[in-house]
């Protein structure tokens, strides 16, 4: 197998996050709800008691979309090998923003939470640009 591109590797960790930040919020939810309610729930959108469940959904619904925005981008750049150190470093640095946006939005921590979306954003208009050939 060939190495991965700095784009690559940076979409296989943000799906992989992505795909994790469901574990606590069901983990949560057992506790709250007892095995067999949790898993026969027919209402999957109840409000979680916990405030930081609560959150970290909303943070997992964001990954989500913020993915789906990422992903094309990273993936456009690698096929059209246009990736360097600047790509490279604004698809991890956007992997790092997910992380700390997931964190602070459960912790509850509003500006730190925009500032990390933000820096996120950043970098994927970091590769839309490069895509586009403007930079």
């Known amino acids: 197998m060939q190495p991965l591109s700095a784009e690559l590797l940076a979409t296989a960790l943000a799906a992989g996050l992505t795909?994790?930040?469901w574990v606590p919020i069901i983990l949560n939810r057992l506790a709250e709800m007892g095995l067999w309610t949790a898993l026969?729930?027919?209402?999957?959108?109840v409000r979680p008691e916990?405030?930081?469940?609560?959150?970290l959904a909303h943070a997992?619904?964001?990954a989500l979309?913020?993915?789906?925005?990422f992903a094309p981008l990273a993936i456009?750049?690698?096929v059209l090998q246009a990736g360097d150190g600047l790509t490279a470093g604004a698809s991890l640095i956007f992997v790092a923003s997910r992380v700390a946006h997931a964190v602070i939005y459960a912790?509850?921590?509003?500006?730190l939470r925009t500032i990390a979306f933000f820096?996120?954003?950043l970098c994927q208009m970091v590769l839309l640009l490069r895509v586009l050939e403007v930079i």
């Open 19 to 21: 795909g994790l930040l």
């Open 40 to 45: 026969k729930n027919p209402q999957p959108d």
């Open 50 to 55: 916990a405030d930081w469940a609560h959150r």
């Open 60 to 62: 997992h619904r964001n």
């Open 65 to 69: 979309e913020n993915l789906a925005v």
């Open 76 to 78: 456009i750049v690698h």
């Open 107 to 111: 912790l509850g921590i509003p500006l």
């Open 119 to 121: 820096i996120g954003f």
